[in-house]
């Protein structure tokens, strides 16, 4: 099925930095969600965003829509071991969740 | 508050078999989709019901994988006969579906048929 262009794929950070990532897409959105998955789970949602240049925050965690709603980022800030997983990007529009989009992921390492 | 339920975590089963996944959606949700994950494929829509209806079931895979939603309160995936490229996470979301739609994650029902 279709996916969002999510970059970086894999990421080896050490403990204390700061992580960006980021999702862009052929088509318009006006929902984009982010997730994380550890190893043996589900995607948990992080955060959500439904307006165009919202800017979202959810601990050391920022994320926003892009002006164009085409893209969207994700800042984890002074990250901590257990940051380690799997970050998912999905767009959608409103009230279509059934053509719910989904990035490929970013691989987060945290080294000590 | 409880999450999506899905039952068994984890299920070891021999080719030809018959597998039955179970998902409860969180309550109040009017929205079910099922997903399977892959290291190829991503995740991947199944079928997704609205109000216990299936809506849209484009993505499943053959005529060996029927879904069910009897009642707004649980629902199951079911492959037969089951073969070894069936291995994968199967997970089931829910949401309430009246913009500003989030969707929510059970924690999966890992499968490997051998």
């Known amino acids: 099925g279709q996916q969002l262009n999510q970059s970086p794929q894999s990421m080896f950070i050490q403990e204390g930095e700061d992580v960006s990532m980021n999702c862009t897409s052929s088509?318009?959105?006006?929902?984009w969600l982010w997730y994380k998955q550890d190893p043996g789970e589900g995607p948990v949602l992080l955060i959500a965003l439904y307006k165009a240049g919202e800017l979202t925050s959810n601990g050391r965690l920022t994320a926003q829509f892009g002006i164009t709603r085409k893209d969207s980022f994700l800042n984890i800030s002074a990250s901590i071991p257990s940051d380690v997983g799997i970050y998912f990007c999905a767009g959608f529009i409103t009230g279509t969740a059934s053509k719910l989009t989904f990035g490929t992921g970013t691989r987060l390492q945290v080294t000590l | 508050d409880a999450g999506v339920i899905q039952s068994p975590r984890h299920e070891v089963t021999e080719m030809g078999q018959e597998v039955t996944l179970r998902c409860k959606p969180i309550s109040g949700h009017n929205s079910l989709f099922w997903y399977r994950q892959t290291m190829m494929r991503g995740l991947e829509l199944l079928i997704y019901?609205?109000?216990?209806?299936?809506?849209?079931d484009s993505g499943m895979p053959e005529d060996r994988f029927s879904a069910k939603m009897p009642n707004a309160s649980f629902s199951t995936l079911k492959i037969q006969p089951s073969e070894p490229r069936d291995s994968a996470v199967y997970f089931c979301?829910?949401?309430?579906?009246?913009?500003?739609?989030?969707?929510?994650f059970g924690e999966g029902s890992w499968l490997t048929v051998v």
């Open positions: 979301a829910s949401s309430f579906l009246k913009g500003g739609d989030t969707i929510y």
């Open positions: 019901f609205n109000n216990n209806v299936p809506i849209d």
């Open positions: 088509s318009i959105f006006n929902t």
